[in-house]
């Protein structure tokens, strides 16, 4: 008998296409014959005809009665109203690998998405794993480009995945709609938001490999989502495992031929994607499916600016560095794929493709017009003035006529440079919340910046020399330094939101040293000057607090209270100041621990800088109800108050007190963020080693905690570049994990503390040298090691362990004595010393 010949691996790759080509053709309702495909490829007809017609055998035993001429799935005649708890309303499509149903959860009232397999599946067992695979994978992720998948269930033999219903339509039929238009700004987004969704999953470690239009979603609202994990790997695995070629041949990676995928396969995927969104036709359209195989790997696809001539060159970079065939040459992860996608529809230049700087300049010139503008007049202003005083002043030797004309111009330029330079800091600042007046001047407003830029602190910073210069031109005008002063405090507020605390210190010590030394000689006002030194001093006490520099910060609010003191009742402005003064040493940060110290704050309690403070705000809140900055410090009095009660019940009413006045406020200036963010951080104000002694406590901390979270999430979806509210974020991420590791839920704690990394991790890439960051991050993975220990996972802990050590290792030696960095540095060491015991004793 004469042996069959063997099929080595690239011809077995070859025919295993052709056979997925030939199937799928059979399914469409066509009926190709095995001679067509054996004569079309004489080089390997032999297994052709060997291989198809089993291949065909099997699949006409299984679609009998399970397909439609189409090759979409059926259920062979059998109608379903109900699965379970769940009523089937209608049909809203359906694939190869089962029917999608709209179905009304009666239980938890609410409409879901029913995919049901249909019983020809079940003939494969590969392809029920691989249903039972997509819910487990999406399952575990929550991100708001994936389609969320709530369940899986089986009834009378029927096995079916429960997701969340996407109202819309799926991106192939909106390419293929004759009204939809993809311009480049709408391409690029809906590009932006599967990247985003991608990067969420390579991080939770699930590679997709099968994205392409049909497998995303977009709503109504026009957000995209990935569906379809049926073909997802875990990262951690072999990239050679698996042979088996799956996913759709038009939008693989020529890697994908060999077995093989990383993330920058699923990168490949989203460029072919993109592609297709901006040419409104496949990359491989042209091309007849048996020669894919040969398309993909020689890539042979047209130019995108042949199709679209106008397209923008950075745009057309992206997506050429996307789909490169070699892997080497393309994005190295769908996170950097976004972030080059932002940067194109923020028109900033991306780092795909070098940008000239006459270019950048120009860019930057139309992202920020107003400020661009503002600092071109505030500089003509300041030269202009320059030129006229000096010539002013050049002529008084020659006549005292033309002397004093010249120095009524300088007068009046001064005047509009002072104009102009106060132009720049509004428009720099941009408050986003405005204090309504009760004898408050500007320079007392707690100021709110969102989305503060580096460029924005840096321009202040230059500003402030112009303000001096301009003091030294007309040294006998106060205006001049109140306007530096308020300048001064917004700079400040900027560097801090920014994480720049060290330069906020600086910015307002200088701001104060400008005060005492020049103030008398301007002639300022005694109760403008002490006003000017309460507010630089209360934000110096607020930043020093949050730099754990709580001596100082003590001794700058006692400043504040010594100065302000005598002021009488009715001047709101002093009164407002003091009792921030008494908020600021009765409502110490939470992680204060007080050090020895001679002060006079250490032989007088808390409670009665609360209590000085309550009876200042009572009074301001009775002559003007409703404005923001007295509701927001009375809140913090009671939130103070209730942190040091002692009995519960009285406690938990100082707490309910505080929402109360901030929840008021808000239905009366709905749109104050700062407000927002207060009653944010009030609700997530739970003292885990205090407030929890028993189960109810546990409950309630959990629902504080997730309604702070449902009030932050309105605030970074509104502005998601805000500094502080990725902070707060993660702050209450890693206390929702403490609570599900101390009921042993660990996969949840484990979840929770992966999303605040995840965000702490993009605060890092936006600020590499804050050391603050670094310290957070590193206590993240302190968290991580303790619950790998509590699971046994002596691989985990060490990991996380030692991406604590090389968050500490990566802080400028510059800061390593800051008390934050020696605390942390002393938490890590502890970690590993009680790690290194538990290894000894384990191999004694």
Known sequence: MTATPAIDDDIYTTVDILASDFIARYRNGDRPTVDEYADRHPDISEPIRRIFPLVLSVEK????????????????????????DFRLVREIGRGGMGIVYEARQESLERTVAIKILPKQSLLDNDALKRFQHEAKTAAAMHHSNIVPIFGIGENDGTHYL????????????????????????????????????????????VLHRDIKPANILIDDDGTAQITDFGLARNVSDDPTMSQALCGSPRYMAPERLRGVSDERSDVHAVGLTLYEMISGTPAFENTSPDQWMDAVRAHQVQSLRSRRPDIPVDLDTIVSKAMSPDPADRYWSAADLRDDLDRFLSDEPIHARRTPIAQRFVRWFRRNPRIAMATAVALCSLIVATIASSAGWAFTSAANQRALQALEQSELTTDLALQSLDGVVDIVSMPSTTVADVGVDDSADITWTLNP?????????????????????????????GQMTQATIRLASIQRQLGQSSAAIDSLERGVEVIQTRSERAGVALADKQHWLASLGNELGEVYSAERRFDEADQAFLDVIAALQKFPSVDSKAQLQLARAHVGLGDPPIQRRRPNSDLQVQSTKPQDHLRVAGDLLESLHTADAHVATVEILRARVR?????????????????????DILRTQLAVTPTDVALRFTLVEALAGVNLRRDIRHPLDRIEAAARLEESLDELRSLRVQFP???????????IRHKLSSLARSQQDYPAAAEQLAQAIAIQSSLIAQAPNNFSHRCWRALLYRSVAEIAQMQGDSTGQQAAIANAVADLDAIDPSQSDHPFVNQTRQIIRSLETDRQDENAKSSN
């Open 721 to 731: 570049d805000t500094h502080v509210f990725s902070v707060s974020e993660v702050h």
């Open 453 to 481: 830029s580096p460029q924005s602190a840096q321009l202040l910073q230059r500003i402030q020399p112009l303000y001096e210069r301009l003091s030294q031109q007309s040294p006998l005008r106060a205006d001049i330094i």
């Open 162 to 205: 429960v997701m969340q219903l996407v109202r819309g339509e799926s991106l192939d039929r909106q390419i293929k709609s004759e009204k939809a238009t993809f311009d480049f700004g709408r391409s690029a987004k809906i590009a932006r938001q599967i990247s985003d969704g991608l990067a969420y999953a390579h991080d939770c470690g």
């Open 639 to 659: 939130l103070a108050e209730s942190r040091i009660e002692r009995r519960p019940g009285r406690r938990r009413d100082d707490f309910r007190d505080a929402i």
């Open 61 to 84: 035993i299984k679609i009998d009665q399970q397909t439609e001429s189409d090759g979409s799935a059926t259920l062979a005649g059998r109608l379903f109203e109900r699965l379970g």
